[in-house]
């Protein structure tokens, strides 16, 4: 896998490239970093040419210290701008988690410019705002969302060397299926203490005011759809909605109404998959990218 950097949208971007043929975008979530692929591009990069990069404000990404430098505007505009230096038309994407929110945001504004949409557990941003504003199950499984925009989140997530997202991500991936080396949890971590990255990644979410009512005003839901007219939350794009059923802070409540808003939907449910499908199921989670890619 080749390393590069590019000066793109004000910050310097760490980007990952293998492979040759037809584009996939991969765009990875919280607590992540490119590495969180590392499967996928390997396979992929078969018959593929993929791409994973540092989201700003991650690893080896350029980290704005400003709460409003992780806008959702600037963050579409850093995957336009990649697309655009990497010389694409157009782009197959691959996203999950915090990584989804920012490329379902995505294709809303530039259709144009993405092939095939696959979004692993997060359902369309229209629909997980109405979650939750309005589903008191919903509400509650976000209820880290508030932590997360709060003073306390940084010392939560640095504590006893990073033992709360060691738990969340690698022993609830490992106790699903994942096969984890040591040099793969090294790696993250490192990404985690390169300095003020924790800070950085919390602030998508205080960027987005997103999270259940706070009870202090903010009825619930984000900012991701900020400029939008209803008629852009349409998507005529091919999408794939991978699902794994266990996922315990996305629920399947978010996908009732998605047919409406995406009318060439195709969802694919796997029973035993948590909301770290990419880590617990690798090689299914490759093989349907890349029939759907293919399709």
């Avoid at 994942?178 to 490192?190: F, K, N, P, Q, R």
């Avoid at 998507?235 to 315990?248: K, R």
């Amino acid at each position: 896998m080749q390393h590069h950097y590019a000066d793109i949208n004000g910050v310097n971007l760490h980007y990952v490239t293998h492979g040759a043929g037809e584009p996939i975008l991969f765009i990875h979530g919280f607590p992540e970093y490119w590495g969180a692929w590392k499967k996928q591009l390997i396979e992929l990069g078969k018959d593929h040419f993929v791409i994973a990069l540092d989201l700003r404000g991650y690893n080896l990404s350029s980290k704005p210290a400003e709460v409003e430098a992780y806008h959702i505007k600037h963050l579409v505009e850093d995957i336009r701008g990649l697309i655009q230096h990497l010389g694409l038309k157009k782009a197959s994407i691959v996203c999950q988690d915090w990584g989804a929110l920012l490329g379902w945001s995505f294709l809303l504004r530039h259709p144009e410019l993405v092939h095939r949409f696959v979004t692993l557990n997060i359902t369309h941003p229209a629909l997980f705002d109405r979650e939750l504003r309005e589903n008191p199950r919903q509400q509650l499984a976000a209820q880290y969302m508030l932590v997360f925009r709060s003073p306390q989140a940084e010392p939560q997530i640095m504590g006893d060397d990073f033992a709360w997202p060691k738990q969340a991500v690698f022993n609830d991936a490992r106790a699903h299926g994942a096969i984890l080396s040591e040099e793969d949890t090294s790696e993250w971590i490192s990404a985690w203490k390169q300095p003020g990255t924790i800070t950085c990644m919390l602030n998508y979410y205080r960027a987005a005011k997103m999270g259940p009512p706070d009870g202090e005003g903010h009825p619930g839901g984000s900012n991701l759809l900020e400029g939008l007219k209803p008629e852009q939350y349409v998507v005529q794009t091919p999408v794939l909605l991978i699902h794994g059923e266990q996922d315990t802070y996305l629920l399947p409540d978010g996908q009732r109404g998605l047919k409406d808003l995406v009318p060439n939907l195709t969802i694919h449910r796997i029973p035993d998959g948590t909301h770290w499908i990419a880590l617990e199921k690798p090689r299914e989670v490759s093989q349907l990218v890349r029939d759907f890619v293919r399709s």
